[in-house]
T-cell receptor, first 114, second 114 residues
Framework: GAGVSQSPSNKVTEKGKDVELRCDPI?????LYWYRQSLGQGLEFLIY????????KSGLPSDRFSAERTGGSVSTLTIQRTQQEDSAVYLC????????????FGPGTRLTVL | AQSVTQPDIHITVSEGASLELRCNYS??????LFWYVQSPGQGLQLLLK??????LVQGIKGFEAEFKRSQSSFNLRKPSVHWSDAAEYFC????????????FGQGTTLQVKP
């Protein structure tokens, strides 16, 4: 079946611009996660959605980062006023509610902030 | 706080040789443990996971890992490496109790010599 998909695969933007990154989870997966993978920082958890519960935003690095999940499916990660240190690969993952720790990852969006 | 350490940043082995990638974790109880592989330009693929039970777990692509509570380790092994195994490998820990968050190690890059 289809895996987690993310778009765009690559995004180049100028410092100060806003960007939106999209994630389509595996059908039927109620949990969705965003991670960031950057040089020197490795893989960092950003945010976690589980069903209709309030998201766990504890990993968001600043208030310039936000995410929403519409209809319990697609999620959008928004970065406002991008900075060069936001350059990274943003990975999305999803999982079944009954097995939340087994996460399936998308290919990622590579964000470059000039 | 949970943490994961992969002591080897980079490992080179000859094709056909055996492989062991080290992973040590810090966690107050028995965590969920994972190994993921990431090929260049690809997302993370789950190789295997340990939740409970038999401490030797088998995964895909001929990989296995052994959970050793006394050493807080979850090392990944493969008896005979193939050139296609060249990739980056990540060990991760997840908290029991449905928090959803995975904590990743810094990764080990595996190079395979012909």
């Amino acid at each position: 079946g289809a895996g987690v998909s993310q778009s765009p695969s690559n995004k180049v933007t100028e410092k100060g611009k806003d960007v939106e990154l999209r994630c389509d989870p595996i059908s039927g997966h109620t949990a969705l996660y965003w991670y960031r993978q950057s040089l020197g920082q490795g893989l960092e958890f950003l945010i976690y959605f589980q069903g209709n519960s309030a998201p766990d935003k504890s990993g968001l690095p600043s208030d310039r980062f936000s995410a929403e999940r519409t209809g319990g499916s697609v999620s959008t990660l928004t970065i406002q006023r991008t900075q060069q240190e936001d350059s990274a690969v943003y990975l999305c993952a999803s999982s079944l509610a009954r097995d939340p720790d087994t996460q399936y990852f998308g290919p990622g969006t590579r964000l470059t902030v000039l | 706080a949970q943490s994961v350490t992969q002591p080897d940043i980079h490992i080179t082995v000859s094709e056909g040789a055996s492989l062991e990638l080290r992973c040590n974790y810090s966690y107050g109880a028995t965590p969920y443990l994972f190994w993921y592989v990431q090929s260049p330009g690809q997302g993370l693929q789950l190789l295997l996971k340990y939740f409970s039970g038999d401490t030797l777990v088998q995964g895909i692509k001929g990989f296995e890992a052994e959970f050793k509570r006394s050493q807080s380790s979850f090392n990944l092994r493969k008896p005979s490496v193939h050139w296609s195994d060249a990739a980056e490998y990540f060990c991760a820990v997840g908290a029991r109790g449905n928090t959803g968050k995975l904590i990743f190690g810094q990764g080990t890059t595996l190079q395979v010599k012909p």
